[in-house]
């Protein structure tokens, strides 16, 4: 589960606000994500399709030569909590099915439903942060929170 990098502030954004891109940290915090998503070899690369989220991804998913999966449900503007419960439990099937690592990136206000659905507390996390979901036959058996840089 990964909270996008930092993007430029809302308050000096004029436009769109699903437009609002990555800051120059934000950019770092996207490739230092590249080594750690490699070592759990995640294949599927689930997202809001906020240009913050996809810039957040990009670069591992140019790494590895996946393609983003834009995933409407976990937006500011369309997430509710069945949307989002459907959007969690369907990538713990699959993991489960396909044995393939996964990571959803979304924001800040839909982070909670993510976790809720996962039956975890919200950790609060910064932009950029991720929790590392350890499962074991769709349960969660464990779990890692990994810093930005």
Same mark, same amino acid.
């Given at each position: 589960?990964?909270?996008?990098?930092?993007?430029?502030?809302?308050?000096?954004?004029?436009?769109?606000?699903? $437009?609002? &891109? %990555?800051?120059?940290?934000?950019?770092?915090?996207?490739?230092?994500?590249?080594?750690?998503?490699?070592? /759990?070899?995640?294949?599927?690369?689930?997202?809001? &399709? #906020?240009?913050?989220?996809? $810039? !957040?991804?990009?670069? /591992?998913? *140019?790494?590895?030569? +996946?393609?983003? *999966?834009?995933?409407?449900?976990?937006? $500011?503007?369309? +997430?509710?909590?069945?949307?989002? !419960?459907?959007?969690?439990?369907?990538?713990?099937?699959?993991?489960?099915?396909?044995?393939?690592? +996964?990571?959803?990136?979304?924001?800040?206000?839909?982070?909670?439903?993510?976790?809720? #659905? %996962?039956?975890?507390?919200?950790?609060?996390? #910064?932009?950029?942060?991720?929790?590392?979901?350890? %499962?074991?036959?769709?349960?969660?058996?464990?779990?890692?929170?990994?810093?930005?840089?």
């Amino acid at each position: 589960v990964q909270r996008h990098a930092r993007a430029r502030a809302r308050s000096t954004w004029r436009g769109d606000d699903r $437009e609002r &891109p %990555l800051q120059q940290v934000g950019r770092s915090q996207a490739f230092d994500l590249v080594p750690v998503l490699a070592a /759990y070899d995640v294949r599927r690369l689930a997202t809001s &399709p #906020a240009v913050r989220c996809l $810039e !957040t991804l990009t670069p /591992y998913a *140019e790494t590895i030569g +996946a393609d983003l *999966e834009l995933v409407e449900e976990v937006t $500011e503007e369309a +997430a509710t909590e069945g949307a989002v !419960t459907k959007v969690v439990t369907g990538l713990v099937e699959d993991l489960h099915t396909t044995r393939r690592g +996964a990571v959803l990136c979304t924001h800040r206000p839909v982070l909670p439903l993510v976790f809720e #659905a %996962l039956g975890l507390d919200d950790p609060a996390l #910064a932009p950029g942060e991720m929790v590392v979901v350890h %499962l074991r036959k769709g349960r969660v058996v464990a779990t890692e929170r990994h810093l930005p840089h």
